[in-house]
Structure formats: structure tokens, C-alpha cells
């Protein structure tokens, strides 16, 4: 007999795949087997409360193994495991967005509303963008698989492979293939190819590139009916069990001091060899090893920095892991990178460096990026290197578009990299880079003193491995 955490994936499975026919694309052979019910009723979620944060959390017949949550959120007959929901850039009554010719007031403080949606590994981030929705960040009918990124995109009726990132995207009915990238303003019944790397502004810039298929193998392949595979799994799994530790340990003392306007979450990973500079924000799920970061740096949620340097101002962008590597200043790694250095053969990016969301760097000799160039696709050698990036100043001179390797773009270059640096600086601002002891407080200060709670799903019977109705308020 089926039991009530069985029947409501199966209920989440069929909602998706319902949004979903117009593309003949079922989801049930692919996440069927992906986390098994057993380990849906092992873990405890947790909540983080500070005076900073708005907070009314509703969790009604959902399970949330291992989940993590930040603001104000619903979660309603939805499936989560062990996946982060940040709402820390959440909008309020009275806050005004700019679009186009329009200025849009909130009519009351946003929530973010995760319904009838599995969301398996998945950082959830609310910074929204979408004009029709300013007091609700909306997750509907949706299932998302490993490591995937929904980043101020809200998803009705869709599906999201490994490492997938959606961004500043409103999508309806889409699927989204392991390690696209997808930042397109509004897309409806797509199904975006594997490695597809899509960045577009309507009437001003349309960036795309296709990674080579039989090349992104290597690092992440999926499958209906087989786990995702790849060395990026690979690498998530060989460091499961560090992980393991902090969260199993309810108390758990910093392993070291970090400046005091500095923050260090409590369920980040770091050892003793590495060095936190001020202005710096370490997220939940970071890993950091025998590395420093400079004044203003951030490692945001499941980043690894490991035998690396970041220099200052240096952005680390959902799920980017730097490893053997040098960054200089000001240097922008974007969602879901993987930037692998070897011990005789590291990596060095220059001064203001863009490399853009889902590149992959992965050398066996020693490679420098000059100062001041926008990288993307798939790097091993410095051939691959001269094929996959511009200076910055090349790109800013572009009118009419260009095509380079597998890199199509079209519109104006100068949009693009205006675009890119405005984001850049709201990052920075919003993590407290600039904070001068007084003025310019971020996360990086204002996430100093979460007091982090639990709470516990059924621990037998039918409704085995869900939560009761939990309402918390102030």
C-alpha cells in the first residue's frame, strides 16, 4: 500500500506532467526513483529567524527533509529535500519597482509560494522580477532535480534537470535540460536541450551557446530511469560526508573567528587553513578549504572554494566551485561554474573578469584569462580559451551581433555588459561589499545572528515522513 508521502509525489509527479503535454514529456520515468521514501522521512528541516527577516512560514501536508528556510514562505502539498529557500531580498508594502515606462508599487510584503511541487537539492531565491506577480514569487505543478537554481524565476508546470539554473525568467510549461542556463525575461512550453546557455533582454541582447553534447557528458548526464551521473555529481558526492557532520551535530562551534562585519552561516562547511576577510558572506552549504577570501568576497549557497585565492569584490555566484584557483579583483563566476585549476597546472582570472553562468574551465596546464575579458562554454586548454571569450571592450564595440565557435549574439554588446555590471553591483550592495561600518549593511552583517530552529515530520504510521500543518509567526 502506498503510503501518504508516496501518494503526494505521485499526485506532484502527475500535475507536472499535465502542464506538460502539450510536449509529450513525462516526469515520472526520470525522478521516480530519485530520493527514495526512506530518506524523505530521516531528515529535519530547519527555519532561520532574525530581526532582519520578515517571518510567517505556512508548511501544510508537505514534506521538507532537510529543507532550509529564510523569509516569509508557503509551502503547500509540495515535496522538498534537503533544498535551501532564501527569501532575504523579499519585497514590502510600499516598495516601488521600475519596469520599462511603469513604476509598480507592492500592495503588501511578498511571500514566497512553493505549491504542489517536488523540489529535490534545489536553492530556491526569490529576488523576482516579474511585473505580474510583485507580492507573490510563485512555484506551481513544478519538479526540479539535483542541484538545480530557480533565482528570481517563477515556474508553473515545469521541469528542471541537474544543474539547471532558471534566472530572472517567468516560465510556464517548460523543461529545462541539465546545466542550461536560462535568463530570458518570459518563456512558455520550451524544452531547452542540455548545456544550453541562453541570456537574453528583448530589444536589446540575445546571447546563446550549446555546449558540444558528447563533451558535457563527462560532467553530468541524465537519463530516465538512472540517477544523474557525471563528475559533477561525482565531485558533490565525495565531500557528502563532510557535510553530513553539521548537520547531524545540533550545537556546533565556528572552527574559527571571522570579522565582525563578516558572516559565516552555521551550516557551511570551512576549515581552520582558510582565511575570511571583512565584508565577506559565507551562505548555508558552502565549502571552503585552504582558501582565503578578500575584503567583500562571497561564497554563496553550495559554492566550493577549495586551494584557492579570491582577491576582493569577488562574486561566487548558486552552486559555482572554484578550485586550485587565483581571482583577482572585482571577478564575476557565475551560477553553477566549474573552475578546476590542478596543483602544478592553476587557473588564474584577471581583474574584472565576467565568466559567465554555467562555464566550464577544467585545464591540465597552467591557463591565465587577461584582465577584463566575458568567458563562457567549455575550456581545457588555451585554444579552447581564444575560441570561448572577448575582452570586454571588444564585446561593448559589437552592433549588430557576432557568432564564435558556438556562441551566437546578437543586438548591442555595450547592453550586455552594462547589464552584467549593473547585476554585478546589486550583488555586491545587496551582500554588504560596501558596508563602512555604519552605512551599506548586507547579508554579510545582517546574517550574523540567525537563530536557527527544527522541526519534525511524523515519525510513523501513514502519514510517515510529512509535516503537520505548522503555522510561525512573530
Same mark, same amino acid.
Given at each position: 500500500m502506498m503510503s501518504e508521502l508516496e501518494k503526494l509525489y505521485t499526485r506532484i509527479i502527475q500535475r507536472a506532467t499535465i502542464n506538460l503535454r502539450e510536449l509529450e514529456f513525462d516526469v515520472k520515468p526520470y525522478v521516480w526513483g530519485l530520493v527514495s521514501p526512506s530518506q524523505m522521512e530521516k531528515f529535519y528541516a530547519f527555519y532561520g529567524i532574525t530581526t532582519d527577516h520578515p517571518i510567517n512560514f505556512h508548511f501544510k501536508h508537505s514534506g521538507l527533509a532537510g529543507s532550509y528556510f529564510l523569509g516569509q514562505c508557503q509551502v503547500i502539498n509540495s515535496l522538498l529535500y534537503k533544498s535551501d529557500v532564501r527569501g532575504d531580498e523579499l519585497k514590502q508594502k510600499g516598495d516601488v519597482l521600475k519596469f520599462d515606462k511603469f513604476e509598480i508599487e507592492v500592495s503588501k510584503d511578498e511571500e514566497i509560494y512553493i505549491e504542489d511541487s517536488a523540489l529535490i537539492k534545489t536553492m530556491v531565491h526569490n529576488y523576482s522580477h516579474d511585473p505580474e506577480s510583485l507580492e507573490q514569487f510563485f512555484i506551481k505543478n513544478t519538479v526540479s532535480t539535483h542541484y538545480a537554481n530557480i533565482h528570481g524565476a517563477p515556474c508553473d508546470g515545469c521541469f528542471l534537470e541537474p544543474f539547471a539554473t532558471v534566472d530572472l525568467t517567468t516560465l510556464h510549461d517548460c523543461v529545462v535540460g541539465a546545466f542550461s542556463y536560462i535568463q530570458a525575461g518570459e518563456i512558455n512550453h520550451l524544452n531547452i536541450e542540455p548545456g544550453t546557455i541562453w541570456v537574453r533582454s528583448q530589444g536589446n541582447f540575445d546571447f546563446s551557446y550549446r555546449?558540444?553534447?558528447?563533451?558535457?557528458?563527462?560532467?553530468?548526464?541524465?537519463?530516465?530511469? /538512472?540517477?544523474?551521473?557525471?563528475?559533477?555529481?561525482?565531485?558533490?558526492?565525495?565531500?557528502?560526508d563532510e557535510f553530513q557532520r553539521i548537520f547531524d551535530t545540533m550545537n556546533l562551534e565556528s572552527p574559527l573567528s571571522v570579522p565582525d562585519s563578516s558572516s559565516l552561516d552555521r551550516y557551511a562547511v570551512i576549515d581552520l587553513k582558510t582565511q575570511i576577510g571583512d565584508n565577506v558572506l559565507v551562505a548555508q552549504r558552502a565549502f571552503l578549504k585552504n /582558501?582565503?577570501?578578500?575584503?567583500?568576497?562571497?561564497?554563496?549557497?553550495?559554492?566550493?572554494?577549495i586551494n584557492s585565492r579570491l582577491e576582493g569584490n569577488n562574486i561566487t555566484a548558486h552552486g559555482a566551485k572554484i578550485i586550485e584557483t587565483d581571482l583577482e579583483r572585482d571577478v564575476f563566476v557565475g551560477f553553477n561554474s566549474f573552475l578546476h585549476g590542478k596543483p602544478d597546472s592553476r587557473l588564474t582570472i584577471g581583474n574584472g573578469c565576467i565568466i559567465m553562468p554555467h562555464t566550464i574551465i577544467d585545464i591540465r596546464e597552467p591557463l591565465l584569462i587577461p584582465d577584463n575579458h566575458l568567458v563562457w562554454g567549455l575550456i581545457t586548454d588555451q585554444k579552447d580559451l581564444e575560441s570561448n571569450s572577448l575582452s570586454i571592450a571588444d564585446v561593448e564595440s559589437i552592433e549588430n551581433g557576432l557568432k564564435k565557435g558556438n556562441m551566437t549574439f546578437e543586438g548591442s554588446g555595450k547592453s550586455l555588459v552594462t547589464a552584467f555590471r549593473e547585476r554585478i553591483h546589486h550583488i555586491l550592495e545587496a551582500n554588504g561589499a560596501f558596508f563602512d561600518g555604519k552605512n551599506n549593511k548586507g547579508h554579510a552583517q545582517k546574517n550574523q545572528d540567525i537563530s536557527f530552529n527544527t522541526i519534525q515530520p511524523y515519525p510513523k504510521g501513514s502519514l510517515k515522513g510529512l509535516y503537520p500543518t505548522i503555522t510561525i509567526q512573530p
Open positions: 555546449y558540444p553534447q558528447d563533451r558535457l557528458m563527462k560532467y553530468v548526464c541524465f537519463t530516465a530511469g /538512472s540517477q544523474p551521473q557525471g563528475v559533477f555529481l561525482d565531485f558533490m558526492e565525495e565531500r557528502k /582558501s582565503r577570501l578578500g575584503k567583500g568576497a562571497n561564497a554563496q549557497e553550495n559554492c566550493f572554494v
